[in-house]
């Protein structure tokens, strides 16, 4: 009987499991032909017909990442400084799965790094991550919950606390539990507003 | 003639220069006994001599990448807020030295997360850090430069900002210039401090 479209579609969502789940477990790192044929119970061969070559693995690994995490489900959130807050939440290990998402990011900046081409993809996602945030920035800006200044510049400093937030978290998840993560968004948020939180941790920023 | 001590010790500094090399060129992910001996000019089968196990190579490449770090030049700082800045500006790749070093650590990611040892010490280099990040945000306080609150708080956001930072000016040198990242940190110092910068970018914090 011949291959139907249906069974193209369908093997192609059984490679896409088996190599998010060598990312999840292993990175990058141990991304191979050899360990993402072991986690479909397949031949290398078979996978080769796919990947021809090692770099058409990661390329089509960091399609996956991108799809899943464009995918991934985000918080309602207003205007201004609360879709400012909402976005950094968005971003972070608050979840298993956003922990495991997370988990293959960081990888992916190694195997980036190595090759310009990646690298280039890679600040272009970043980028367009920043105009994003930037656009809530300068909106909270105009309702006066942010004080007046460069929108860009405030942005940067959030994807980049965000961005660090992930890695303190994976490393040290007894450190940063969700709700600690949570806590230091507030704050970050608040000193951003001129309104650095008070004594105790008191919550400056509605949830 | 029987190698002398000397000759051992001068051996031990090439394959440190030389697994410093392919670190810089190629991160832990292109990190193998072959890479470092041909950097070496040497055979793989010396190279076993020193490391048995792929494992102890990428062991002895972290503690280098410590050694190095640990042993970086610091900025002068005096005490107070001016000592969290210099310490911020001097986790950042703000010169080409910094940046390779930098580039290796954030490679260094993708392995230490696959390998719970390697992730433990990583998780408590961090936690080293910010501890001592954590000191000089509570003489802030202690001086009136920075509002009461939680000092561990501050410093791991401060943590967070500087780490998000150096992947962002990595992937992105040129959207962060040294001068950009600089601007930035006065910032995110200027609003921990109650005092967000002015529009247009006036320098709040003193050099």
Redesign the interface.
Known sequence: MPRTKGDHESRRRDVSEAVWRVLA??????LTLRAVAAELGATTGLLTHYFPAKRDLVAYALDLLEQRSAARPRRAAGAGLAAVRAALLDILPLTAEATGAN?IW??S??????DPAL?GD??RR??RSRDKLCDLVAEAQRLGEL????PA??A??A??????????A???PT??PPARQA??VD??VA??A?S????G?ERVVPS
Do not use: M, N
């Not at 900046?109 to 190595?114: E, G, P, R």
């Not at 650095?196 to 004594?199: D, E, G, R, V």
């Open positions: 477990a292993q990175g990058f790192g141990g988990r960081v990888s900046w190694d195997v980036a790094l190595a690298s890679h600040a970043y980028a004080p007046a200044g460069d510049g405030v940067a400093g994807q980049a606390f965000a961005l660090g937030l992930v890695v303190q994976l490393f040290d450190a940063f806590e230091l704050g970050y000193a951003l001129g650095p939180p008070a004594p941790g």
